[in-house]
């Protein structure tokens, strides 16, 4: 009888300390489920004001012939891209929906063979894009052109066209790098390899009717972004990673502490601490250069990217095998021990067993749409400069591929003192 009257007494106890601070405790419990739901409205509605109010321009880039320099020149053009990082507070964010930072499209095309290099950027930074590209290849011929999109019906597939397409994604953690250009190395000779000439390879070998699009949507992110990898570095190096606890694990502990606390006092659990042997002992060779080269792609600037295929054709010159050769050319870019590119299943539109035809078509008008409008939707890949340099970058002079176009001839400035008009 004691202990029901002791079990009513702390409910009772209970129950006053609800009716004096609700006021604090509901908007605890509450909070989480505000925070997703209005952040869902503001970034909806800043996406639309967001997108209706920029101008876009689009570049296409002639390479110049000879080009005798690593990729290394273009991850010095990804890096100049970074100057348009912008910083904002938690009123712009939350109240005014700032959460749309510039960005920049990368596109490689093939157009019945014919290869193009495009960049899709902001029309107030098109003297910026400009004079990276310049800075970097001073022989390159930049041309104002329009979007190649624009060609192609705006719904596909339709009883004309059809239409193969997938997002990308990693293998392993963002922060541990894919194989990058300077792994790309003869072994008798010494001389670095261009892995774009595998790609440029499978585009230029499509024919009528057939196009293939690679897009790499690009968002410069600040260097507080890194912390987030920390336990990735933490895990590499074998030490013990704890994860945060969320606020609802943390209202549940505090209820859970507060009712234990009337039978006896609270005892807090303690991590343990481990004695962890010296780092060159408790890793192996591979583990040691994994960890050196995470570190190293952390220590440049990162990109918040979303990469993705299409290769859509007429249905009469419909050819599914160049999707076979153009994502095994990506393959090059895979290093088993690092990080591997994969496509990603939620978006592909192959391998779905339940409503097949059906399902599959709307994912390929889904991707399609996202192609066309530069989506960032959904998962998205932490590129580094160096990374993004190796995938997209002008081939070198020995790269013979005729369906890329060059400059023919160097263009010279014209005189600093030249009289005008």
Same mark, same amino acid.
């Given at each position: 009888?004691?202990?029901?009257?002791?079990?009513?007494?702390?409910?009772?106890?209970?129950?006053?300390?609800?009716?004096?601070?609700?006021?604090?405790?509901?908007?605890?419990?509450?909070?989480?489920?505000?925070?997703?739901?209005?952040?869902?409205?503001?970034?909806?509605?800043?996406?639309?004001?967001?997108?209706?109010?920029?101008?876009?321009?689009?570049?296409?880039?002639?390479?110049?012939?000879?080009?005798?320099?690593?990729?290394?020149?273009?991850?010095?053009?990804?890096?100049?891209?970074?100057?348009?990082?912008?910083?904002?507070?938690?009123?712009?964010?939350?109240?005014?929906?700032?959460?749309?930072?510039?960005?920049?499209?990368?596109?490689?095309?093939?157009?019945?063979?014919?290869?193009?290099?495009?960049?899709?950027?902001?029309?107030?930074?098109?003297?910026?894009?400009?004079?990276?590209?310049?800075?970097?290849?001073?022989?390159?011929?930049?041309?104002?052109?329009?979007?190649?999109?624009?060609?192609?019906?705006?719904?596909?597939?339709?009883?004309?066209?059809?239409?193969?397409?997938?997002?990308?994604?990693?293998?392993?953690?963002?922060?541990?790098?894919?194989?990058?250009?300077?792994?790309?190395?003869?072994?008798?000779?010494?001389?670095?390899?261009?892995?774009?000439?595998?790609?440029?390879?499978?585009?230029?070998?499509?024919?009528?009717?057939?196009?293939?699009?690679?897009?790499?949507?690009? *968002?410069?992110? #600040? !260097?507080?972004?890194? +912390?987030? $990898?920390?336990?990735?570095?933490? %895990?590499? /190096?074998?030490?013990?990673?704890?994860?945060?606890?969320?606020?609802?694990?943390?209202?549940?502990?505090?209820?859970?502490?507060?009712?234990?606390?009337?039978?006896?006092?609270?005892?807090?659990?303690?991590?343990?601490?481990?004695?962890?042997?010296?780092?060159?002992?408790?890793?192996?060779?591979?583990?040691?250069?994994?960890?050196?080269?995470?570190?190293?792609?952390?220590?440049?600037?990162?990109?918040?990217?979303?990469?993705?295929?299409?290769?859509?054709?007429?249905?009469?010159?419909?050819?599914?095998?160049?999707?076979?050769?153009?994502?095994?050319?990506?393959?090059?870019?895979?290093?088993?021990?690092?990080? *591997?590119?994969? #496509? !990603?299943?939620?978006? +592909?539109? $192959?391998?779905?067993?339940?409503? %097949?035809? /059906?399902?599959?078509?709307?994912?390929?008008?889904?991707?399609?749409?996202?192609?066309?409008?530069?989506?960032?939707?959904?998962?998205?890949?932490?590129?580094?400069?160096?990374?993004?340099?190796?995938?997209?970058?002008?081939?070198?002079?020995?790269?013979?591929?005729?369906?890329?176009?060059?400059?023919?001839?160097?263009?010279?400035?014209?005189?600093?003192?030249?009289?005008?008009?």
């Amino acid at each position: 009888m004691n202990e029901i009257s002791q079990e009513f007494q702390i409910l009772k106890i209970f129950g006053e300390v609800i009716s004096f601070f609700w006021w604090i405790i509901l908007p605890l419990c509450f909070y989480p489920i505000f925070k997703i739901l209005w952040v869902d409205f503001v970034a909806f509605y800043s996406a639309n004001s967001w997108n209706a109010s920029q101008e876009w321009i689009f570049l296409e880039a002639i390479p110049p012939r000879d080009i005798e320099r690593s990729p290394k020149i273009m991850e010095n053009f990804f890096t100049g891209l970074t100057g348009v990082l912008t910083t904002y507070n938690t009123f712009d964010e939350y109240l005014k929906g700032a959460f749309w930072h510039d960005r920049f499209s990368m596109e490689l095309v093939s157009e019945e063979g014919r290869i193009h290099f495009y960049v899709r950027a902001q029309k107030k930074y098109r003297n910026m894009v400009e004079a990276q590209l310049y800075a970097q290849y001073p022989d390159i011929e930049i041309l104002e052109t329009e979007d190649y999109y624009k060609n192609f019906p705006k719904i596909i597939p339709n009883k004309n066209w059809d239409l193969w397409g997938t997002d990308f994604e990693l293998v392993s953690d963002d922060p541990i790098p894919i194989k990058t250009y300077d792994k790309f190395e003869e072994m008798v000779t010494g001389e670095t390899i261009d892995p774009m000439a595998a790609i440029t390879e499978v585009l230029g070998k499509l024919g009528p009717g057939q196009h293939l699009w690679l897009q790499l949507v690009l *968002q410069p992110l #600040p !260097e507080a972004n890194k +912390k987030k $990898y920390d336990a990735v570095i933490k %895990k590499l /190096k074998g030490e013990p990673v704890i994860a945060p606890k969320g606020i609802w694990e943390s209202i549940i502990e505090l209820f859970s502490v507060f009712f234990r606390a009337f039978w006896g006092p609270v005892e807090f659990g303690s991590v343990e601490k481990k004695d962890l042997q010296p780092l060159e002992f408790r890793l192996s060779p591979g583990e040691k250069e994994l960890l050196k080269a995470t570190e190293e792609n952390l220590g440049k600037n990162i990109f918040k990217t979303k990469m993705r295929m299409i290769y859509l054709g007429r249905r009469e010159n419909f050819d599914r095998s160049f999707v076979g050769a153009f994502i095994g050319a990506l393959k090059q870019f895979n290093d088993i021990g690092f990080n *591997q590119i994969k #496509p !990603e299943d939620i978006s +592909k539109t $192959y391998g779905i067993i339940f409503a %097949k035809e /059906k399902r599959a078509d709307f994912r390929k008008r889904k991707i399609y749409d996202r192609y066309r409008r530069r989506n960032m939707d959904g998962k998205n890949i932490i590129f580094s400069t160096k990374e993004l340099a190796t995938i997209f970058h002008f081939p070198d002079m020995n790269v013979k591929t005729p369906a890329i176009p060059r400059v023919a001839s160097k263009l010279g400035s014209a005189p600093i003192n030249l009289p005008v008009e």
